[in-house]
């Protein structure tokens, strides 16, 4: 009788909830990051903003 526990799809499930929660610990850390700048950011430096620029501060 095999374990139902040890297939590949749980494996599989489980490596997708980590990254689930990564990406969500991410925006969430982007969009608080980016809101709390936003009133003192120069305009002409707001595409540092952007996603892909992104730098934590």
């Known amino acids: 009788m095999s374990n ?3 297939s590949p799809a749980v494996g ?3 490596k997708r909830i ?3 929660n990564m ?3 991410f925006v969430d850390t982007y969009l608080k ?3 709390m700048s936003l009133p003192t950011q120069r305009a002409s430096e707001i ?3 952007l996603p ?3 730098m934590p501060a």
């Open 4 to 6: 139902r526990f040890s």
């Open 12 to 14: 599989l499930c489980a």
């Open 18 to 20: 980590d990254v689930k």
């Open 23 to 25: 990406l969500q610990r």
């Open 33 to 35: 990051d980016v809101l």
């Open 47 to 49: 595409g540092q903003l």
């Open 52 to 54: 892909h620029q992104w």
